[in-house]
């Protein structure tokens, strides 16, 4: 008895220690990555919380929150979170719906009787999941202005209707900000208050905020842009510009190690919301996009992640949940571009390495003229000569630019010499359109790349995966 005892205690022990050196080296090698990646990247401050079941499991701030009193970043830091706050946008609005102040059916002619036509179309829903038809604000909007929820509903009408209500899903800011509008109309009250009652408070999340441009917030860290290499202060927005429901929240990553253990457990909300929050939008052709209420549903190697980024007035932002895992990735930096994104799966992946793109096979290629296509594209990106004809017309509107055409050719060529891409998989999806998942070899780094080709094999559209 007395030896059973002893190998139950000499195993407890020797698998605690086993854990606690997996998880110092898992640590270790976060704190590596971020350091590199802080440099590479030039990132002036970042703060990062990894959250498992609830409970935190590493957390730290790096660098400096402010560049000119030389303040460093800590896990008290606020931030601004840009679109990672629609989420909490988008969580708002289903409390309404179970407390049957909203339907998501509801058409936006409800709340707005003397709205442009097209509106009267348009469903909640619709605008949760970005298939409104609605486009991003104007190109004229002026973002250093005064506005009230009326002028900026006034400025919203200008702007027509992209398409028809479900015909498609286009990311849309002016989407969100409308909703919290409406939210006002529904409650009575500012959406951002109805948010502190009924989300921030509940949560324990007791530094998270709108943002103010003029409160004294402590902690709060500066926003920065690099401008021909140089760091500048972010650029002045005006303070009701920075109050809008399409993101703008002050939050530390202990405010948000409290909301991913809220989510976690499903608090708040029944079941059957957050069922549909997370749930991919359907279209009218029976397709769908890869976007529930406020969330980015994506997957790695098979493994469903549900995500968001952000970026306003020199801060960037990613959460990154693993629910199969309960696990929880989210990155804050105050520098405008800096790839919180890349951090944050690099950081996923540290932690659960089936989600590498390096751990999967390669499947038989018996399509090599897609294969063909994708090389070609790459190779087009990176020396600036992509071609209109390769994209479907209405893809080649968004990218043919010379600006995107310098972004994309600038983002695959850090990554170094562009060697091969290698086929992952395969499948078939609505009206003869097929989606390709390839391995992207570089000298320097290996991406993700998904394709998507309709029957011409003209690109419908794509996406790196870092």
């Given at each position: 008895m007395k030896g059973k005892l002893f190998l139950v205690i000499f195993l407890t022990s020797y698998c605690y220690g086993m854990t606690q050196t997996t998880s110092s080296k898992k640590k270790s090698q976060v704190d590596s990555l971020i350091h590199i990646e802080m440099k590479?990247?030039?990132?002036?401050?970042?703060?990062?919380?990894?959250?498992?079941d609830g409970k935190i499991e590493y957390i730290k701030g790096y660098g400096n929150s402010n560049l000119e009193h030389n303040v460093p970043v800590k896990p008290e830091t606020v931030f601004q979170t840009a679109s990672v706050g629609k989420q909490f946008t988008a969580f708002a609005v289903m409390l309404l719906v179970q407390d049957g102040k909203l339907s998501l059916?509801?058409?936006?002619?409800?709340?707005?009787?003397?709205?442009?036509?097209?509106?009267?179309?348009?469903?909640?829903?619709?605008?949760?999941?970005?298939?409104?038809?609605?486009?991003?604000?104007?190109?004229?909007?002026?973002?250093?202005?005064?506005?009230?929820?009326?002028?900026?509903?006034?400025?919203?009408?200008?702007?027509?209707?992209?398409?028809?209500?479900g015909e498609k899903q286009k990311y849309s800011n002016m989407a969100y900000a409308t909703l919290g509008i409406i939210m006002s109309k529904v409650t009575g009250k500012f959406y951002g208050d109805f948010l502190k009652d009924r989300i921030l408070i509940p949560l324990g999340m007791t530094t998270a905020r709108i943002n103010s441009e003029e409160d004294i917030v402590p902690n709060r860290a500066s926003g920065y842009r690099m401008v021909n290499g140089v760091i500048k202060n972010q650029e002045w927005v005006s303070p009701t510009t920075n109050t809008t429901a399409d993101g703008p929240l002050l939050l530390t990553?202990?405010?948000?190690?409290?909301?991913?253990?809220?989510?976690?457990?499903?608090k708040l909300l029944k079941k059957e919301y957050y069922d549909l929050m997370?749930?991919?939008?359907?279209?009218?052709?029976?397709?769908?996009?890869?976007?529930g209420f406020g969330w980015a549903i994506d997957s790695l190697n098979g493994k469903r992640i549900l995500q968001h980024n952000g970026s306003w007035q020199g801060f960037e932002s990613t959460i990154k949940r693993y629910p199969e895992k309960k696990m929880a990735v989210i990155v804050f930096a105050n520098l405008k571009r800096a790839s919180t994104y890349k951090i944050s799966t690099k950081i996923l992946q540290i932690y659960h390495p089936e989600l590498s793109i390096t751990s999967l096979k390669t499947i038989e290629d018996t399509e090599p003229e897609i294969t063909k296509l994708v090389t070609g594209f790459i190779n087009n990106v990176m020396d600036k000569k992509m071609r209109a004809d390769q994209f479907t017309a209405e893809l080649a509107k968004e990218i043919m630019d010379s600006t995107m055409q310098q972004r994309g050719s600038e983002y695959f060529k850090s990554k170094g010499n562009f060697l091969k891409p290698e086929l992952l998989s395969r499948k078939e999806l609505d009206n003869g359109i097929r989606e390709y998942h390839y391995r992207l070899l570089f000298s320097k780094e290996i991406l993700g790349f998904i394709i998507q080709v309709n029957k011409e094999n003209k690109i419908e559209d794509f996406k790196t995966i870092e």
């Open positions: 590479n990247q030039r990132i002036p401050g970042l703060s990062v919380v990894v959250v498992r059916d509801d058409k936006l002619s409800k709340f707005f009787p003397y709205a442009p036509a097209g509106w009267d179309s348009i469903t909640i829903e619709n605008m949760l999941n970005h298939t409104s038809g609605f486009g991003d604000y104007i190109d004229n909007f002026n973002y250093q202005a005064h506005y009230t929820e009326d002028s900026l509903y006034q400025e919203f009408k200008k702007r027509p209707l992209l398409f028809k209500a990553v202990l405010d948000m190690a409290k909301w991913e253990a809220g989510l976690n457990v499903g997370w749930t991919p939008a359907k279209l009218n052709d029976g397709t769908f996009a890869r976007y």
